[in-house]
């Protein structure tokens, strides 16, 4: 079983500037995942050529279940309003996260998570620029796997301090209810061990991932809570493999089809 998590920047290659659905095709057959978890997704945006990236990353995978949930409408760094559960079939620009798997889903969940209340400080280059938060939203399925029924989720938590601890509360709240053995992949904007401090689940994966050409800190990861998390199949290998895209490099967790002693921080 594999699991992944990617934050696509919505297919931009850092080298040309381009958004090239073959390219994002290729890029994510190539991490052959169950299941991956994407974030930074965009559905009839100009600026990706109109291109469903939830739907191309199913067809690379051959999975026959994804659910795409947007954020806001319209485009980050232009103008946006959130999203509502109305707006998911709309034919208006589309920006979120999604979750794509190869195993049967018995049931999905939604949770929108707030966007900071204020304007927030944000450091590009040399310049301090003040941006709008964006509101964020939480995918979770209830998966058919091999090792049983497991609840995977994705997220992309926000960018300001102490505000992304809150919302990793209310995801860790959100899917308390939910079956156990519980698994969070995303980009939650914390580096390295700070997810599990703030919430105490485990760290299936410690490698860097961003920024892509020479990765330094880990703001991806593949999180699984504590209760039941002897039922899920040991961690055989983690990567974060070179892509022709994005400013984050995909993080993939390996386990073993068997029950195992899970490689855990």
Do not use: C
Not at 42 to 47: A, E, I, S
Not at 89 to 97: A, I, K, S, W
Not at 104 to 111: G, L, Y
Not at 221 to 239: K, T
Request: zero cysteines; aromatic letters at 6%; glycine letters at 10%.
């Amino acid at each position: 079983m594999r699991l992944g998590t990617f934050n696509l920047m919505h297919g931009r290659s850092l080298a040309d500037g381009q958004v090239d659905a073959g390219r994002v095709h290729a890029t994510i057959a190539a991490l052959d995942t169950d299941v991956l978890g994407l974030q930074e997704v965009d559905r009839g945006q100009h600026r990706s050529g109109h291109a469903d990236l939830a739907a191309i990353a199913a067809d690379a995978l051959g999975a026959g279940h994804v659910m795409f949930v947007p954020a806001v409408v319209g485009t980050p760094g232009e103008g946006f309003r959130t999203a509502t559960d109305g707006d998911q079939d709309g034919t208006d620009p589309h920006y979120g996260v999604a979750l794509v798997s190869r195993y049967p889903v018995v049931d999905w969940r939604v949770t929108r998570l707030p966007a900071a209340p204020l304007r927030s400080p944000l450091l590009a280059g040399p310049q301090l620029l003040f941006l709008d938060d964006e509101p964020r939203v939480l995918i979770a399925a209830v998966l058919e796997t091999p090792a049983g029924r497991v609840t995977v989720a994705t997220t992309h938590l926000s960018f300001v301090p102490g505000w992304n601890v809150r919302q990793l509360q209310l995801v860790r709240g959100a899917l308390r209810p939910l079956p156990a053995p519980r698994v969070l992949l995303g980009d939650l904007n914390l580096p390295g061990g700070l997810p599990r401090l703030f919430s105490g689940w485990h760290r299936l994966a410690r490698l860097p991932t961003f920024p892509a050409p020479a990765p330094r800190v880990q703001f991806d990861h593949v999180l699984a809570d504590g209760r039941g998390i002897e039922r899920l199949p040991r961690v055989l290998r983690v990567a974060a493999p070179a892509v022709p895209f994005s400013d984050h490099r995909p993080l993939v967790v390996t386990l073993r089809d068997r029950p195992g002693t899970l490689k855990i921080d």
